[in-house]
């Protein structure tokens, strides 16, 4: 059974610092990416970042770029997403995605609030 278990959200101030994590379980042979998204109240999923398993190429969205650093833990099949610098429109809940061949996989979501 796949399962991806997030850690890591928060309150923060506005210039701080988090680190998310995102440990995934489960025929993790499999994966091909794995990345973050980003949901606001009000508004639409957004993607965030993603990494790729084997290649390690990594895509940041233009928001987070010079921000935010995706990485991996090959060997304990985690994702991270350090965030730093963080403002008030970073406050969303994170999901970590998991992309398998034919399957798309998330988490139950982490809370991260910044405040001003």
């Known amino acids: 059974q796949v399962q991806l278990v997030e850690s890591g959200g928060g309150l923060v101030q506005a210039g701080g610092s988090l680190r998310l994590s995102c440990a995934a379980s489960g025929r993790t042979f499999r994966i091909a990416n794995m990345g973050w998204y980003r949901q606001a109240p009000g508004k639409e999923r957004e993607f965030v970042a993603r990494?790729?398993?084997?290649?390690?190429?990594?895509v940041h969205a233009d928001s987070v770029k010079g921000r935010f650093t995706i990485s991996r833990d090959s060997a304990k099949n985690t994702v991270y997403l350090q965030m730093n610098s963080l403002k008030p429109e970073d406050t969303a809940i994170y999901y970590c995605n998991r992309q398998d061949a034919s399957f798309n996989y998330w988490g139950q979501g982490t809370q991260v609030t910044v405040s001003s």
């Open positions: 990494i790729g398993w084997s290649s390690g190429d990594i």
